[in-house]
């Protein structure tokens, strides 16, 4: 991979000259003073070059327009049938918001630009359908869609393509939803007279080298890397401890009316909000749906209570699409003070315009996510980014357990703000659904095709990039499991061509098939005739239900079974319902590493609030009582925490190796704990397993549970699983025997 070099005087206005007139005069217009740093060193990278291009720049860095003004300049004069450029997002809102963008320019270079998902208009694409040229903008769904439901008219379409540019590269380089769109680009180059040229983009690429071979699998080496040279902005920065009381059973329940409870730390965070972020506009990450509500909800009743208008609205994946957009196009005009309360979905980058601050309840997990988060604040030139995070902690008694004395989100927090000054980010792992993304793509080509040859299929599917980890002997086991009379996914011709089996068929058909991901069975909350979004199933509802969504409090007034459909209407008093709750974000190896040392050290961050400083302190005094700077088993009651200062996959795995020795164990954000056994017993047998040879990890994987988390796993041998588990591990047990010979020698 070679890295672009910063550019000279000559070289920067070379870079302007290079782009079309249309577009320079465009430029003009617009009253740039000048080109930014990154998008002078991709004009020239994707001019001055024919390989692909990884561009990696902070959020609001210009990425988007330094990929686009020399694509589009490229472009411009083309004759050739069939679209020139794919755009391809993971957000619907994004590809709107892009259009929205690019509209105006491609309309002066006369370059059709279409937006290509379900919710897009159908006029649009129909046209692009007759006479395809230009840019389409589309999601890997709806390219699922054309090659499994109009193939012809896929090949018609990105037959000929320029260039595919891929944003937010980084939320392709893990899960299933990469390796789908990694397939998905290998059968459009299969489709193809030539390999269009592959542009990326992300704001945090945390190895370049893993996202080459992700962009051009079979010659990264010659992806060109830009990296955005432009400093941060200063960051104004602040962790806030707040103190739980032990016996609530919920924090982060509705909130309860004045005089009723003693307020909970959620209360008071939400005071602290209110007073410190209205008349401004803001975002605040509250990690989970059910978090989300509850914040949204506090925040409204103060503005009732207080007489102003409301200004704080939440953001998720289960509200209305219409909710949402009316939440980001009032931050975007930025007329009205709006502060937007969301999970992920406003992370990745949808134009929302500039926010004065980023506020997070919960120590930071991934650094990934909190540099994302971050580079919402501070886009305006010479204003500071402005980071909040509300760490809430347990009261701590005499009985309490050492992990609660230890303050550990506090801790994690101090470690991530170090982390992010030295600029990591978490390197993607290998994805589980590696199986079931292979068993999807293979359904998708037979339907696409009618029917095909098993060397054909592993070709198409396994041939190169992530999925080329398949083996032949697994791929022909698969096969197997799929044609079984249990599974009828497939069957066979005596011709040999694999064809899709009555089971297949179903699948191929549903709309849900275009997704990688699962989809829920979910009631559809409706007020006054308009959609609010959906709540799992899961949830016991009836007329007189109380329910906390889209920031208000609802009462179920009916219930239509037959169509999911609950109608509400506005209530005083709401219960925040469940949602199909994701466990906590794995964290990595160098996070638990600089938490240790952030315990061992002695400063106390300028970042800290009062309460969390003391609780800093607090966690260093029982880290220093429990002698942890030297040893890692600490009693707790009738359990034994056996810290690790390793990340969750290593003492996922560290557990399993425990559990096969007939303890039982549990994973904690610093290690693990054993049940119902002592210090002395646990080093036992620690001991044992010092004392042997690595147990492979193909032996551990037998005492696995929950293999089955992906789409279409149902489908696939457990053995096979079982398997690929063992292989993601291999390189696992030496070190499992080196932390065992370690803690031996504790």
């Known amino acids: 991979m070679t890295t672009s070099s910063p550019p000279s005087a000559s070289e920067t206005v070379a870079s302007f000259d290079r782009l079309h007139p249309e577009i320079r005069r465009w430029i003009w217009e617009q009253k740039w003073e000048e080109l930014r740093d990154v998008q002078d060193r991709t004009i020239g990278a994707v001019l001055g070059g024919d390989g692909d291009v990884l561009v990696s720049a902070a959020t609001a860095a210009g990425k988007t327009e330094a990929a686009f003004l020399p694509v589009l300049t490229a472009v411009a004069n083309r004759e050739e049938p069939g679209l020139s450029v794919l755009y391809v997002s993971p957000l619907k809102a994004l590809i709107n918001d892009q259009f929205g963008r690019l509209d105006q ?6 370059v059709d630009v279409v937006r290509w998902h379900g919710d897009a208009p159908q006029s649009a694409k129909d046209r692009a359908r007759r006479n395809p040229r230009g840019v389409a903008l589309i999601t890997p769904e709806s390219i699922e869609a054309l090659f499994v439901r109009r193939p012809a008219e896929a090949r018609k379409l990105l037959g000929a393509l320029d260039f595919i540019v891929i944003d937010e590269l980084h939320a392709f380089l893990k899960g299933p939803r990469g390796l789908h769109l990694s397939s998905l680009l290998r059968r459009i180059d299969a489709l193809s007279k030539k390999r269009a040229r592959r542009i990326g983009l992300s704001a945090t690429i945390g190895d370049p080298m893993v996202a080459a071979a992700w962009l051009a699998p079979e010659r990264p080496e010659s992806v060109v890397m830009v990296e955005s040279s432009g400093g941060a902005p200063e960051l104004l920065l602040q962790v806030r401890g707040y103190l739980e009381r032990p016996e609530v059973d919920d924090p982060d329940d509705m909130e309860a009316d004045e005089g009723e409870a003693e307020p909970i730390a959620l209360d008071r965070i939400a005071d602290h909000m209110f007073a410190t972020l209205r008349g401004a506009n803001n975002l605040v990450f509250g990690g989970s749906r059910r ?9 409204r009743r103060r503005c009732e209570a207080a007489g102003v208008p409301n200004e704080f609205f939440p953001h998720h994946g289960s509200l209305a699409k219409g909710l949402r957009e009316e939440l980001e196009a009032r931050l975007k005009k930025g007329d009205l003070p709006t502060t937007g309360v969301a999970t992920t979905t406003l992370e990745l980058g949808i134009d929302i315009g500039s926010v004065k601050s980023v506020a997070q309840v919960g120590a930071p997990r991934s650094l990934a996510s909190l540099r994302q988060r971050l580079g919402r604040s501070g886009r305006r030139k010479g204003a500071a980014a402005v980071l909040r995070i509300y760490v809430r902690e347990l009261v701590v008694t005499a009985d309490s357990d050492p992990l609660e004395r230890l303050r550990v989100d506090v801790a994690m927090s101090v470690a991530a703000v170090r982390l992010l000054l030295a600029r990591f980010v978490e390197p993607p792992t290998t994805d589980p659904a590696v199986a079931t993304v292979v068993l999807h793509q293979v359904l998708s080509i037979i339907a696409e095709r009618g029917g095909a040859r098993a060397p054909d299929l592993y070709a198409a599917v396994c041939g190169a990039g992530p999925l080329s980890s398949f083996g032949k002997a697994d791929f022909v086991e698969l096969l197997r499991s799929m044609a079984s009379p249990e599974a009828k996914l497939l069957e066979q011709s005596p011709d040999g061509t694999i064809m899709l089996g009555e089971k297949g068929e179903q699948l191929t058909t549903g709309r849900d098939f275009y997704a990688i991901f699962p989809s829920d069975e979910e009631w559809r909350l409706v007020a ?6 959906t709540i799992p199933i899961a949830n016991a509802v009836g007329v007189g239900s109380l329910v906390a ?15 999911n459909v609950l109608e509400v209407e506005i209530h005083r008093s709401a219960k925040v319902p469940k949602f199909d709750g994701k466990a906590n974000e794995p964290l990595h190896d160098r996070l638990l590493a600089e938490m240790f040392e952030v315990y061992r050290s002695g400063d106390v961050p300028a970042f800290l609030d009062p309460a969390a400083k003391a609780m800093l302190t607090e966690g260093r005094e029982a880290f220093d009582e429990h002698g942890l700077a030297e040893t890692r088993f600490v009693a707790s009651g009738r359990d034994v925490h056996v810290l690790l200062w390793r990340g969750t996959e290593f003492c996922t795995v560290f557990s399993i190796a425990l559990q096969s020795a007939g303890l039982e164990v549990e994973v904690n954000d610093l290690g693990i704990t054993v049940a119902n056994a002592t210090v002395e017993e646990v ?16 032996d551990l994987a ?10 279409y796993d149902e489908f696939v041998p457990e053995a096979l699983l079982r398997r690929f588990w063992a292989r993601d591990r291999a390189h696992l047990p030496s070190e499992i025997l080196a932390v065992a010979q370690a803690l031996a020698r504790d």
């Open 528 to 533: 006054g005739g308009r959609t609010l979004g």
């Open 702 to 711: 037998e005492f696995v549970e929950n293999l089955r988390a992906a789409k």
């Open 105 to 110: 320019l491609c309309e002066r270079l006369e």
């Open 549 to 563: 969504f889209a920031g208000q409090r609802w009462r179920v007034t009916a219930v239509d079974d037959r169509s």
């Open 291 to 299: 978090r989300v509500e509850a914040v949204a909800d506090r925040l």
């Open 683 to 698: 080093r036992a047998v620690v001991a044992n397993l010092a004392g042997m040879p690595p147990i492979p990890a193909g």
